[in-house]
């Protein structure tokens, strides 16, 4: 159990950060990394960009809706991710 726990360390210790790109319209800004949480409360507040989230994949979300001039960090991060 405790290799268990060794080997998945470093995912306990990304939770915040893999919410923040899976469903960034329910996590709690407070649990946001504090550099990403002005766009993410502005990701939040566009509905357009949610109803778009709703529906298409995560990857082209990212990639075609959440704008490198707009959401310079958050799409920085998602790159990242993908």
Known sequence: MEQFDARFQDFKKNTA?????SCPFSISID?????????????????????????????DFYKKYVSRDTYPRIHKYAILMT
Do not use: I, T
């Open 17 to 21: 950060s893999f919410n923040l790109y």
């Open 31 to 59: 649990d946001v990394p504090d550099d990403l949480q002005m766009e993410c409360v502005d990701l939040q507040c566009a509905p357009d960009l949610k109803d778009k989230f709703n529906n298409f994949s995560l990857f």
